[in-house]
């Protein structure tokens, strides 16, 4: 017996209805100051950095992971910043811009 069957044992004049959601889509805060994509090796291996967001860190995750999504690939989010495995700054650098980011190449 699930929920909806005991609540209508228990109130057998009540008529539910349909609970209208509305959907948010998440807003990401747009900051003035560019966002630095950078390349670096971690234990020899190469991965794509991103710092710089100044905004909430929730909103800084979410990026994180529609990043991650788009590439199809791994990473994380650590120390207030993006990293994702792989060299994947052109890419990156292009969704972001589409996105409405302002953003920086540092190194090579």
């Known amino acids: ?15 539910s209805e349909p609970e209208e959601i509305e959907e948010v889509e998440n807003e990401l805060w747009m900051q003035a100051d560019p966002l630095i994509c950078k390349f670096e090796k971690r234990k020899g291996k190469p991965t794509t950095v991103i710092e710089g967001y100044t905004g909430a860190d929730e909103d800084f995750k979410q990026l994180a992971k529609e990043i991650k999504v788009f590439l199809g690939v791994g990473g994380s989010f650590k120390d207030e910043s993006i990293i994702i495995q792989g060299d994947y700054r052109d890419k990156i650098m292009t969704y972001l811009k589409d996105k409405g980011f302002k953003v920086k190449r540092v190194g090579g």
């Open 1 to 15: 017996m699930d929920l909806s069957d005991q609540l209508k044992n228990l109130f057998p004049d009540h008529v």
